[in-house]
């Protein structure tokens, strides 16, 4: 069974020419999804509107076969769905633990040892960490959210080859190993290969390729 | 995460906005609070000074009308009526009158209750056996607190109390004379009349029994004082009750036409009501106003209380002042750093916290630096109030000079106001926009 579902989505920016076109897809736990297309196609967008951080167009998203405008898309963000972005996103004047305990139902610590992260840079600064601990930590705090939905723009973009790679693989085992359902938007073809699913957003369309 | 937990992290974490956001509440609140201290000591020091700087009007007689008498020899001496006990007691009926005295001049000498006569203090021994050696310059008086040595601070009474129209056979001498003779409030001894024609040998046909009520300190000190007589020197002054006076003396260089005084001072409650009670006592149809004068004495009045006036709107401006400003700076502060915050609004936005819920934080850290700055603020303004004290000693009742509770509430309500006011205008400002263009505009 479906955990999201897009039903005819249609967005625009001005009410004049739509970015997203009727778009139709569901989406289960377990599964690690890529969404690849070119810049300004939309893929942030579609992400922002599964993720509820804005209503579409026309059409509606179901949560659990629930519209989530419905259910409040505050709501459906602290409960559901957990993003991880290309820039981290941490607030920068606290430890990872506490950027983690921000919106955590789970204990911290253990998530963060589990995402590799060691004791003494669990105490430090998030902005005395490299990228790639940083983004150990974004992921740390999703997966401490418990939400089914994890949704990441970009994730890999700003880190190297292998720290990409070590955090691809970790987002593959969220979906896999904790039945998460794992959206990414991505520009990279290594990434998109690990995926299950991968999703083409072409002219407004979402197809699978 | 708690939103309380949040807001103490904000503050504990941004260690220098706190400590700056702290500062300036703290210093603005004392700031206001001590202005707040001086501007109720002077409008309570206003209110006491109208009832305590001795506003007066006097009654005197006037002698341009007075026609002249030949006393021979070619001399001649202006006649006019006394100012009386029943043009007193007539005057006294006006509403706002509360005290009144008037001066009744007399040599008088003293006696202890052995039959020792009391000599005056002097230090020029020219006066050395002369009649001046016991005479003692006696005021008679209704009362002796409102008597211009003692208004003027020229004496200060030190010991025992004033003398009342109440009393009779009462004294207050000088702490020298009393020293001088080893005399002490509640000791008795014996006034009496001088004999000028037959000298100092057959004082005491006319005497009574007095009881020394009061001392007082010289505090004005005389010029030339070896030149000046006996009985002009301060030390040699002694107020007396007036019944006392009058049984004794009967104004003893005049007594065949004196029978009043030369003048009558009337002190009032409220001096803003002068005018209106001379208006009044100008009514009263028993008095023949051709004979007398009325002056009006509040000079003291409004000189104190235009001092006083001036601070307070001064102190009031300077609130205003430092209000506005502090309001203005503390309101753009939050503002700035509140926008600054955008990123950190869309990271917790993007997490499902509500709106409310980051209102509620953004209050919540201003109250954790506000509430301190307030308690600082208090000790602050003890600290500056007790300072000031020192520093206005002379020129208000200093001890009005407190930070009361009803101030501190004031200031805390407004402060809170204040920085309810800048976090919410500032939070509307971002919170108008969608997460996902707040998380747009951090990119």
Not at chain 2, 413 to 429: F, M, N, Y
């Amino acid at each position: 069974m479906s955990i999201l579902e897009l039903r005819n989505v249609q967005y625009s920016y001005d009410q004049k020419k739509n970015v997203l076109k009727n778009i139709n897809a569901q989406m289960e736990r377990g599964k690690f999804y890529a969404i690849l297309g070119p810049s300004g196609c939309g893929k942030t967008t579609l992400l922002s509107l599964l993720g509820g951080l804005d209503s579409p167009s026309q059409g509606t998203i179901l949560f659990d076969g629930q519209d989530i405008e419905k259910l409040g898309l505050a709501k459906h963000r602290k409960n559901n769905i957990a993003f991880i972005f290309q820039s981290y996103n941490l607030i920068d004047y606290l430890t990872p633990k506490e950027n983690v305990a921000l919106t955590s139902k789970l204990p911290p610590l253990p998530i963060l040892q589990l995402v590799g992260l060691t004791t003494e840079e669990i105490k430090r600064n998030v902005l005395k960490l490299s990228g790639g601990q940083q983004q150990r930590v974004a992921i740390a705090r999703a997966l401490a959210s418990d939400a089914k939905v994890i949704l990441a723009d970009e994730p890999t973009g700003n880190l190297d080859e292998k720290t990409a790679a070590e955090i691809t693989s970790i987002l593959k085992e969220c979906a896999h190993q904790m039945q998460k359902c794992v959206i990414v938007v991505t520009h990279s073809s290594d990434l998109a290969k690990q995926a299950d699913v991968v999703l083409q957003l072409k002219k407004g369309l979402l197809q699978e390729a | 995460m708690s939103v309380l937990k949040r807001a103490g992290l904000y503050v504990m974490k941004n260690t220098g906005r706190s400590l700056l956001l702290f500062a300036i509440l703290a210093l603005t609140a004392a700031f206001v609070l001590s202005g707040l201290s001086i501007m109720n000591a002077s409008v309570n020091t206003s209110a006491r000074l109208r009832g305590t700087t001795g506003a007066s009007f006097t009654v005197e007689r006037n002698l341009s009308t007075g026609s002249l008498n030949s006393i021979g020899g070619g001399t001649s001496i202006i006649q006019q009526e006394f100012v009386t006990d029943a043009m007193i007691k007539d005057i006294l009926k006006t509403d706002g009158i509360r005290a009144y005295t008037a001066k009744s001049g007399a040599s008088l000498a003293l006696r202890d209750l052995s039959g020792n006569l009391l000599r005056v203090i002097y230090e020029n021994p020219k006066w050395d056996g002369t009649d001046l050696d016991y005479q003692l310059n006696a005021i008679g008086s209704f009362f002796s607190e409102y008597d211009k040595l003692f208004l003027s601070q020229s004496f200060l009474l030190t010991q025992g109390r004033h003398i009342t129209d109440q009393d009779d056979h009462c004294i207050i001498i000088s702490e020298a004379l009393a020293k001088k003779h080893g005399l002490s409030v509640g000791d008795k001894v014996e006034l009496y009349r001088q004999n000028w024609t037959t000298g100092m040998a057959n004082a005491g046909d006319e005497g009574a029994e007095v009881e020394i009520v009061g001392l007082f300190k010289i505090i004005e000190s005389q010029d030339d004082k070896n030149s000046r007589a006996p009985f002009y020197l301060y030390e040699n002054y002694m107020f007396v009750s007036m019944n006392t006076v009058k049984s004794l003396s009967d104004w003893v260089d005049d007594a065949a036409e004196r029978k009043g005084y030369e003048y009558a001072d009337f002190y009032v409650d409220d001096p803003e009501q002068l005018e209106t009670i001379i208006q009044n006592v100008q009514k009263l149809g028993s008095i023949n106003w051709n004979n007398f004068n009325i002056t009006v004495n509040d000079e003291v009045y409004k000189r104190a209380a235009g001092s006083m006036s001036n601070a307070a709107s001064l102190i009031r401006t300077l609130i205003i002042v430092i209000v506005v400003i502090s309001a203005g700076m503390v309101a753009l502060i939050l503002s700035l750093w509140l926008k600054g915050r955008i990123r950190e609004t869309g990271i917790l936005m993007a997490m499902g916290i509500s709106k409310p819920a980051l209102l509620l934080q953004h209050v919540i850290e201003s109250a954790l630096i506000a509430v301190p700055a307030f308690c600082a603020a208090w000790l602050i303004s003890q600290g500056t109030v007790g300072w000031m004290a020192g520093l206005f000693d002379s020129a208000m009742e200093t001890e009005y000079l407190a930070i009361s509770g009803a101030d501190f509430m004031t200031v805390c309500i407004g402060g809170i106001w204040i920085l309810l006011t800048a976090i919410l205008i500032s939070c509307i400002s971002v919170f108008r926009y969608k997460p996902k263009s707040i998380l747009s505009m951090m990119e």
